[in-house]
């Protein structure tokens, strides 16, 4: 049952991929991203990682393709319908592409098997915490991993002054 | 029938990357580009989760929370050099994008 919902996010994934890439309206190929993200968050539901879900959905789809749309909106419309979407190496860009991801699915494919699922296991470690992945995942981040989420926050400030800067006026 | 293991999500994850790499080759458009690069990104966070979930071990899905954060910065960063740049040269093509060369 399981191997079924991966193969449907699977294909939505990857289709809504292609599709994004290949789309020469570029408001179309962030609808096409939107649906990408939804659609890596269900697999992240299907992973067990039900924050991680929200904050991709919150974050990705909520977020950054608002942000997308925004310097679409302001940057020219013509510039967007241009005739010309692609590089002139686009082909051999492509079949390269094509070569580094068949490579490194096939050195994944036959390498991960001894990492097997235990179900049992993950339960117990995935949701140490009164039983929740949210509670557990908020354990670490504020025990072990704090200094890290301090860091995070500081570089995110740092990033917030910076885009301000580079929007004003007069750079 | 076979079962749903790491190298499913391993396997995505690379196909991911691979359109997220042909897009940041092929498009013109520098928007486009970044947003290619959130492909990417996706795929280390599939990554990062599968391999979180078949350990198991938690610290997998602490690293994707704070990939997204560097992500959300990037493209915050990112599309603010978009403006910019837009704003001194009035164009978004890679190609026209050339103060540097000599």
């Not at chain 1, 289709?15 to 096409?32: C, D, E, F, P, Q």
């Not at chain 2, 990417?40 to 938690?58: G, K």
Request: one cysteine or more; charged letters at 10%; proline letters at 1%.
């Amino acid at each position: 049952m399981e191997i079924y919902a991966f193969y449907a996010i699977a294909a939505v994934v990857l289709s809504s991929a292609v599709l994004m890439v290949t789309s020469r309206n570029l408001v179309h190929s962030i609808v096409y991203m939107v649906i990408s993200f939804v659609a890596v968050g269900g697999l992240f539901i299907l992973l067990e990682a039900e924050f991680v879900a929200a904050v991709q959905i919150l974050v990705y789809a909520g977020g950054i393709v608002v942000l997308f749309l925004f310097v679409v909106m302001l940057v020219n419309v013509t510039e967007t319908y241009q005739v010309e979407f692609l590089h002139r190496q686009w082909l051999p860009a492509a079949v390269l592409s094509l070569i580094l991801a068949t490579q490194i699915g096939f050195l994944v494919w036959g390498n991960a098997g001894d990492l097997s699922a235990d179900p049992s296991a993950s339960a117990s470690v995935l949701r140490a915490v009164d039983g929740g992945n949210t509670e557990t995942l908020g354990m670490m981040l504020y025990t072990d991993y704090l200094l890290p989420f301090e860091v995070a926050s500081v570089l995110l400030l740092v990033a917030m002054i910076g885009a301000i800067y580079l929007s004003k006026k007069r750079v | 029938m076979a079962t749903l293991g790491l190298n499913h999500y391993l396997l995505l994850s690379a196909l991911l990357f691979g359109i997220g790499v042909a897009g940041v080759l092929m498009r013109r458009n520098v928007i486009m580009v970044l947003m290619c690069l959130e492909l990417i990104f996706n795929a280390a966070n599939i990554n990062l989760v599968a391999v979180s979930r078949f350990r198991p071990d938690m610290t997998g899905q602490v690293f994707t929370i704070f990939t997204i954060a560097v992500a959300a910065a990037e493209v915050a960063i990112g599309l603010g050099l978009v403006i910019a740049m837009f704003r001194n040269s009035q164009t978004v093509n890679v190609d026209e994008i050339h103060l540097l060369k000599g």
